[in-house]
């Protein structure tokens, strides 16, 4: 599914269902912290996004990719954390690495993202990752972030005003950036904090890592 600037901007922080100051999260992510040409294009972009207010640019360490939420820690006993760990661990081992590209920003409702391309490899990725969640639970994860189904995108800034996207826009109209390419060879289980004012980011710690392509030869 392609994505599409949106008309109308609103806040991305309005009171989701769970969270509270300080309740922490088990999710599986895609983190960047070693890829430097993709925190020059968030950079670039988000310096043309600087004349505006409105938003929270996400600074360069917390760009990430949301692929699936797996629950509250303060609800998943450590040992079913492990047996899910395990479980994704053998199922994303059977895939290969991949190679995606990030270009231009689209302006969704709240926020304005880069999207991947191709972005089959990566709903394969999240396919894995849910089977090896039912697995272990005995059912399909509900996470809220896709009830919509899995977008993937890396958000660059969160709204905090809402509004007509056009001034978005006209800003980013004028980049000039040449795409860049990152290597998905490894996704992050991490513990996850929503913290609001005065920061408006969301932070973390890994817990795990699983690599892609591990198990491919056994």
Sequence with gaps: MTLQNTDEVRSHWWPREGW?????????????????QLHRLAERYQQALSTIDGHNPVPA???????????????????????ITQAVAVRLGKLAPVVVTFDRPV???????????????????W????????????????????VRGFRPHVSL??????????????????????????????????VQNRVLDPEWVYRWNTHAVVPLGAGKDV
């Design 61 to 83: 360490q917390w760009l990430h990719l949301t692929v699936q939420g797996v629950g509250w820690v303060d609800e998943v006993p450590d040992e079913r954390l492990d047996q």
């Design 157 to 190: 800034t969160y709204i905090n005003t809402p509004g007509p996207a056009q001034p978005y826009v006209e800003a980013l109209s004028g980049v000039e950036a040449e795409p860049v390419k990152v290597d998905v060879d490894r996704v992050a289980l991490i």
């Design 107 to 125: 302006i969704l409702g709240e926020a304005i993202v880069l999207a991947p391309t191709p972005a089959e490899p990566l709903h394969e990725i």
């Design 20 to 36: 509270r100051p300080g309740r922490l999260v088990y999710t599986w992510h895609l983190t960047f912290e070693r890829a430097p």
């Design 127 to 146: 396919g894995e990752i849910r089977n090896g969640i039912a697995e272990v639970t005995g059912e399909a994860p509900t996470a809220a972030e896709q």
